[in-house]
């Protein structure tokens, strides 16, 4: 019998989040496999249908909001905005939030009280990740990982959260000439 010699250390700290937005109901199966490799799923609104969500909260644990194009069942289900902290980085999420520079007012408003170390949007379906040097956060638009709208590409992040910091962010681009399974 061999003996298992790794070491493991109970001081090293890190998350790993798979971060989607605007699926409007559908979901390309290589998505899916690009998030089975996180702890969770953080979904920034547009969601499309209760079919669609299960299917995603099926695979790893969920954080998700609202869109503006999602029901009354998924409104009841999920809140317009989360706050929330994993490791030392303080996670806020809404679906419409602009970016750095850019902000919508509410937005800003919170950004500056909460003071989060990483805000995540949707709504724009295109992918942005910016540092924003004035309110000292990463932000993340992972653009559209369903296939309606005027977006080229379907795209997912995958983000490792280390104590207070990030680290290997990683994207996955679809061509929306490629939405088959391959």
């Known amino acids: 019998?061999?003996?298992?010699?790794?070491?493991?250390?109970?001081?090293?700290?890190?998350?790993?989040?798979?971060?989607?937005?605007?699926?409007?109901?559908?979901?390309?199966?290589r998505v899916l496999h690009f998030v089975e490799k996180v702890d969770e799923i953080w979904h920034a609104g547009d969601i499309?249908?209760?079919?669609?969500?299960?299917?995603?909260?099926?695979?790893?644990?969920?954080?998700?909001?609202?869109g503006n194009i999602d029901g009354q069942e998924l409104r009841l289900r999920y809140p317009k905005t989360v706050h929330f902290q994993r490791e030392a980085v303080k996670v806020m999420m809404t679906h419409i939030?602009?970016?750095?520079?850019?902000?919508?007012?509410?937005?800003?408003?919170?950004?500056?009280?909460?003071?989060?170390?990483?805000?995540?949007?949707?709504?724009s379906h295109i992918l942005k990740v910016m540092y924003d040097k004035k309110q000292k956060l990463l932000h993340i638009n992972p653009g559209a990982a369903g296939k309606y709208g005027f977006h080229t590409s379907v795209?997912?992040?995958?983000?490792?959260?280390?104590?207070?910091?990030?680290?290997?962010?990683?994207?996955?681009?679809?061509?929306?000439?490629?939405?088959?399974?391959?």
């Open 1 to 29: 019998m061999k003996k298992d010699r790794s070491i493991k250390c109970y001081f090293c700290r890190m998350f790993r989040a798979g971060i989607l937005s605007d699926t409007h109901g559908f979901l390309h199966p």
């Open 48 to 66: 499309g249908d209760l079919k669609t969500i299960d299917r995603i909260a099926k695979i790893k644990p969920l954080v998700a909001v609202y």
């Open 97 to 123: 939030g602009g970016y750095p520079g850019r902000y919508d007012s509410s937005v800003r408003r919170v950004i500056e009280e909460e003071k989060p170390g990483l805000f995540i949007c949707g709504h």
């Open 155 to 182: 795209t997912a992040v995958r983000l490792v959260l280390d104590g207070n910091g990030f680290r290997d962010l990683e994207v996955l681009d679809i061509p929306r000439g490629r939405m088959s399974e391959d």
